[in-house]
């Protein structure tokens, strides 16, 4: 990412890193850069710490980011026993809506 004005060992963030797309591209385009990557969802930063241990250059953190330190709860869509993780959110009316019969 040298066309952004990145140094080649930049400290990036991946925030919302689900199952780690933005992250293996980042690893892919930026080598020797560290990332720390923001995944709320338990199970799905728990596959990401797997995945990336033998990295040292990369750090998963299974935690939300916001304006203030809080906790609050992750609700995940589901349907017909189908988890849509990427429809998570921190509002279960917002994480219901998303199944709605208006949007299905």
Do not use: C
């Amino acid at each position: 990412m040298p066309h952004l004005g990145l140094a080649p060992d930049a400290l990036l963030l991946d925030v919302g890193a689900n199952r780690g797309l933005v992250l293996e591209w980042m690893r892919r385009l930026m080598p020797q850069a560290r990332i720390v990557a923001f995944e709320p969802n338990p199970r799905l930063a728990a596959a990401l710490a797997a995945r990336w241990r033998r990295d040292p250059r990369v750090e998963v953190r299974a935690q939300a980011l916001g304006e203030r330190a809080s906790r609050a709860t992750l609700w995940v869509p589901v349907y017909r026993n189908w988890w849509f993780d990427g429809l998570a959110s921190l509002d279960p009316e917002a994480a219901r809506g998303w199944l709605s019969a208006e949007r299905l």
